[in-house]
Nanobody, 114 residues
Framework: QVQLVESGGGLAQAGGSLKLSCKAS????????MGWYRQAPGKQRELVAR??????NYADSVKGRFTISGDHAKRTVDLQMNSLKPEDTAVYYC?????????WGQGTQVTVSS
């Protein structure tokens, strides 16, 4: 059974920083893509950042502020979030994909106060 465990969420002030981490355990082979998504209250889940063997892409709203990094072999993916804004408040979900199968974390709350 595959499990993704996220950590690092919490409360930050506007302009501050947080780092999210995600590690997969269990029988998962050949992670192709890793990423972070978020869902704010009343909104749909949206892509924040995604990385696949060094190639990364970001939502326009976080470009220049967030940085994703991942280790395919260790099945870990991090999201460094700087210059946080109140609109970054959401539940953040880790995704790791292997052979077109998506595995999701349980989500971690990030709250940014103004």
């Amino acid at each position: 059974q595959v499990q993704l465990v996220e950590s690092g969420g919490g409360l930050a002030q506007a302009g501050g920083s947080l780092k999210l981490s995600c590690k997969a355990s269990g029988s998962i082979r050949g992670v192709d893509t890793m990423g972070w998504y978020r869902q704010a209250p009343g909104k749909q889940r949206e892509l924040v950042a995604r990385i696949s063997y060094g190639d990364s892409n970001y939502a326009d709203s976080v470009k220049g502020r967030f940085t994703i990094s991942g280790d395919h072999a260790k099945r870990t993916v991090d999201l460094q979030m700087n210059s946080l804004k109140p609109e970054d408040t959401a539940v953040y979900y880790c995704l790791q994909s292997s052979r077109d199968v998506d595995y999701w974390g349980q989500g971690t709350q990030v709250t940014v106060s103004s």
